[in-house]
């Protein structure tokens, strides 16, 4: 469907059986979260060989783990033999391998399958052949992002290409070094809503003068309801009397060293499709991650990042992590409140979009595309 205009300052918003449909969803893990570069964990994460952790990729878990040489693997989470699920916890670390706990294959770090029970008896078998599923990985940003598509797109062209079109130029987030800062806060929000309510949500500050009092007392442009993401480049500027990016306005943390002036007392939102949202602030950098578990249900994972030298300070993060802590749950509640009316008959053909919103007709375009053109359901 492409957005057709019904007035002049209103856009339709995807039907709302888009949001519950269970086909449309599958769909949606298939053509969209299976296909494209997902970003999964932490690097940091991973702190030495053998650890590990499990993530839900569209309808798959995958398991990520640090091999000794340092590097970063990923497989599907499947015992090749009868199909256990290897490892069924969400982080932890292995001494020297993964042992499938029903017949005890044994796989090394890399996948290859390194033991099994009686396997002097079965000299023909492939190790290789019979190792454990490999699935595309690359870090970027301190995240290891994978992809479980058997041609992965340009990582390039996805992900990065999705900050440069949003910032303008890829020296505005560089002078962050993402990759360097450490993990001073994570807060898991488990969302009863559509993974889409969440990037419309993000996309538009139409809602920041109702529901986000502390945001719009640090930013005062977004009372207006226009999004930074609305003009390619632009940071929403600090209140005047605001000194750091906080709940009460209060002094933040320690300024990121390789920021320009100009990024100084300025905010910065990137959505990277399909589930990564990046704040870039002039101490702190926040990155949410989405898990979509089902049509109506989302796990989003939210990290705080500073400053190494601001984490091993031990100094307070509370006002800092507080402000975003605070949006997030506004955020989170408004889809949650949406979340049960896509099923009415009321909202059959759909919301409308007001023009602070129309970009968002732009990724309901791009979702509709992707699962339309493989002839999955069509989403009206
Ligand atoms: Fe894993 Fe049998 S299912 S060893
Ligand atoms: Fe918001």
Redesign the pocket.
């Known amino acids: 469907m492409t957005s057709e205009v019904i007035s002049p300052s209103l856009i339709p918003t995807l039907p709302g059986h888009t949001y519950v449909d269970e086909d449309i969803f599958r769909a949606e893990q298939e053509e969209i979260f299976e296909k494209m570069w997902f970003c999964a964990v932490l690097s940091a994460d991973l702190t030495k060989p053998g650890s590990y952790k499990t993530v839900q990729v569209g309808r798959e878990s995958v398991l990520i783990n640090r091999t000794r040489k340092g590097e970063v693997r990923a497989f599907f989470n499947i ?6 699920k ?1 490892c069924m916890e969400e982080a932890g670390v292995v001494g020297r391998a993964f042992q ?6 044994t796989y090394d770090f890399e996948g290859k399958l390194i033991a ?1 029970p009686n396997l002097t008896k079965m000299p023909d078998i492939d190790r290789q052949e019979y190792g454990l599923v490999k699935i595309a990985v690359r870090e970027y940003m301190g995240y290891v992002w994978v992809c479980l598509a058997d041609e992965p797109p340009s990582f390039e062209a996805d992900v990065i290409g999705a900050i440069e079109e949003r910032l303008g130029d890829l020296r505005a987030i560089e002078g962050y070094d993402i990759a360097h800062l450490s993990l001073g806060r994570r807060i898991r929000y488990d969302v009863k809503a559509n993974w889409k309510l969440i990037i419309e949500n993000f996309m538009e500050c139409y809602h920041c003068a109702t529901i986000h009092p502390e945001l719009t007392e640090v930013l005062p442009e977004f009372a207006d309801g226009l999004a930074a993401q609305f003009f390619v480049g632009h940071g929403a500027e600090f209140g005047e009397d605001i000194k750091g990016f906080t709940v009460d306005g209060s002094e933040g943390l320690e300024r990121i060293t390789g920021i320009d002036d100009e990024q100084d007392r300025r905010y910065y939102a990137i959505t990277i499709k399909p589930t990564v949202f990046v704040n870039l602030v002039p101490d702190h950098v926040i990155i949410h991650r989405m898990f979509p578990m089902a049509a109506d249900h989302t796990i989003v994972e939210c990290d705080w990042l500073y400053l190494p030298s601001v984490v091993d300070s031990g100094k307070d993060l509370t006002a800092s992590v507080e402000l975003f802590d605070r949006v997030n749950r506004q955020d989170f509640d408004a889809c949650e409140r949406c979340q049960p009316s896509m099923g009415s008959r009321i909202y059959a053909k759909g919301g409308v979009l007001v023009p602070s919103e129309h970009h968002i007709a732009v990724f309901h375009d791009w979702v509709t595309s992707r699962i339309s053109a493989a002839g999955s359901p069509a989403s009206h």
């Open positions: 015992c090749r033999h009868r199909g256990v290897l499938c706990p029903y017949h005890a294959w099994a």
